[in-house]
């Protein structure tokens, strides 16, 4: 049989088809191959580092009690600071830099004799729950089982601090951004102007604010991004207890009235950063509803107090602000970079931060429904989220309620433990009321008087942080330079307590004496 030149020109064209076809499949199977992609090639050698790399971590925290405070050299800062490779210098060898290099010359504020500044320390199940938030690299937290775990957490938060149900939330990086967060919608809705639309441009009148002067700075720096200039923060003084002058305060406001400015917003302080010191926030929430103002509290670490058993009087009238700043990586002790703003007026807040362009849709803000308004895109700055809502709520439903508020009030016994034994010793003395979890001290034997007292101190302070970086820290309220201890520990016990104070003690008197001995010499 003769086959048509048209059969074997088609037969030829299927041939040639199918080679074409192998071809493409042989190259892209070579390109897979040699195609980028950030996962390891070998996922078991991954696996043996991961795994070592956990239990590294592990031990880090089983053993943190243990770790000396090193300063990093000059050789250490010159290995650290390398030029970028091109070609890169493997997982393992980064890890050997990250175990010899970095770690052994980190501030371990996870130890148990850590209670500088205001720093919380972490636990186990943190880490490993920030593990399963860095594998999924959640970026989203609008939907999905992300927006329940963020709502949850947020509805958990208000039930332990007894906020009214009704308020919203939204969980940000921290503290300031809290407080940030909680002024920006304050001046939105408290302004007698679209501030969204017309910005501060718009201002015929100034708009002033006040706080305590024993109040964080971090306020200043939002009042100074949300454009209203620092002038406006009045800084009103206080009390011999740390606490806001009501009277003051009212008259300021007053005066500011006559000036013709516009006072928009109170800021009450629930735990202040120097002497954890409670503003009476009735008395303010008071005022400003009188005054017809904004009433905001920073509740950084101090909120908490909310869940001890002894001290939760602190707080009260914190139910009544209008907006609540809060942390939990200080005194929840959940891995850095988690607070949480709350705000009583959800629509104020959904409006503060949802886009310009979709202000119209305001219009229609009945509509709204319960997930927008839950929805934290829509109510602080970031548009892409990292899962932090994943840790707060893997560990208040790991532990529970009870083990956290046990916590706060160990920490609260612990700070009147370390207060008593200042008091009894007749060569220390006691320089700010001790109301919460911080003690402010000095070393302060007799014959000495204030200029030597405070350079004893500050010497104190030296030594000690030559031997453990912030065991203590200092400060200084009303002009007097003092020692500081700020107890949100969860490793800390009564012993590490009493060997700070021997420390202390140690380190005055030897100081003490060669001070001594220089002015007789
Ligand atoms: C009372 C108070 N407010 C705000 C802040 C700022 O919080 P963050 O460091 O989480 O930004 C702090 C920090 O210590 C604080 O103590």
Redesign the pocket.
């Known amino acids: 049989m003769r086959l048509s030149s048209q059969v074997i020109k088609s037969s030829y064209s299927v041939i040639e088809k199918k080679q074409v076809l192998f071809h493409t499949m042989r190259n892209r199977s070579k390109q897979s191959i040699s195609e980028e992609t950030l996962d390891p090639r070998d996922w078991e050698k991954f696996r043996l580092l991961g795994h070592r790399m956990l239990d590294d971590m592990i031990d880090y925290l089983k053993n943190i009690r243990f770790r000396k405070t090193c300063f990093p050299s000059k050789e250490v800062i010159d290995k650290i600071c390398v030029p970028l490779s091109q070609e890169g210098e493997g997982e393992e060898r980064v890890y050997e830099v990250f175990q010899q290099i970095i770690l052994p010359h980190m501030l371990h504020i996870t130890s148990p004799k850590f209670w500088g500044?205001?720093a919380g320390t972490g636990s186990p199940y943190g880490m490993l729950a920030e593990m399963l938030r860095a594998t999924t690299n959640g970026a989203q937290e609008f939907s999905f089982a992300e927006l329940y775990v963020h709502k949850q957490v947020i509805t958990w938060i208000k039930e332990m601090l007894e906020f009214p149900k009704e308020a919203g939330g939204v969980l940000v990086?921290?503290?300031?951004?809290?407080?940030f967060t909680g002024l920006a919608v304050a001046r939105n809705a408290k302004a007698v102007f679209d501030v969204k639309a017309k910005g501060v441009q718009g201002l015929s009148r100034i708009l002033t604010l006040y706080c305590s002067d024993e109040?964080?700075h971090?306020?200043e720096r939002s009042v100074e991004l949300l454009g209203l200039g620092n002038e406006a923060l009045r800084r009103v003084p206080t009390d011999d207890d740390c606490r806001i002058r009501i009277d003051v305060l009212a008259h300021a406001i007053e005066e500011d009235r006559l000036q013709h400015n516009n006072p928009f917003c109170i800021i009450g302080?629930?735990?202040?950063?120097n002497s954890g010191a409670f503003d009476n926030l009735n008395a303010l929430a008071d005022l400003a509803k009188k005054e017809n103002m904004w009433f905001h509290v920073?509740?950084?670490?101090?909120a908490w107090v909310k869940i001890s058993r002894t001290h939760k009087h602190l707080a009260d009238g914190l139910e009544r602000a209008d907006s609540l700043?809060v942390?939990l990586?200080?005194w929840m002790n959940m891995p850095?970079g988690i607070?949480c703003t709350l705000v009583k007026d959800r629509l104020a807040h959904y409006s503060t931060f949802v886009y310009g362009h979709e202000a119209e849709y305001l219009k229609s803000a009945f509509d709204l429904s319960e997930d927008q308004l839950a929805n934290p895109h829509n109510l602080a700055l970031p548009l892409s989220r990292s899962f932090s809502s994943l840790k707060a709520y893997m560990l208040l439903r790991a532990h529970g309620k009870k083990k956290y508020s046990s916590l706060i009030q160990q920490n609260i016994d612990q700070t009147r433990f370390l207060a008593k034994l200042i008091e009894k010793d007749p060569e220390m003395e006691i320089t700010a009321p001790v109301v919460s979890n911080i003690v402010c001290f000095r070393f302060k034997p007799n014959e000495m008087d204030e200029t030597e007292i405070e350079v004893l101190n500050k010497k104190i302070l030296e030594d000690i942080n030559e031997k453990a970086f912030l065991m203590i820290s200092d400060t200084t309220i009303k002009g007097k330079y003092m020692l500081r201890a700020c107890n949100v520990n969860n490793r800390s016990k009564k012993e590490d307590i009493l060997s700070m104070v021997n420390e202390v003690k140690k380190t005055g008197e030897k100081n003490f004496l060669q001070m001594h001995d220089a002015g007789r010499r």
Do not use: I, P, Q, R
């Not at 990086?173 to 407080?179: C, D, K, M, R, V």
């Not at 302080?269 to 950063?273: H, K, P």
């Open positions: 500044v205001v990086s921290g503290g300031s951004e809290a407080n109040a964080h971090c306020l302080c629930a735990g202040t950063v920073d509740g950084a670490f101090g700043a942390d990586h200080k850095y607070g």
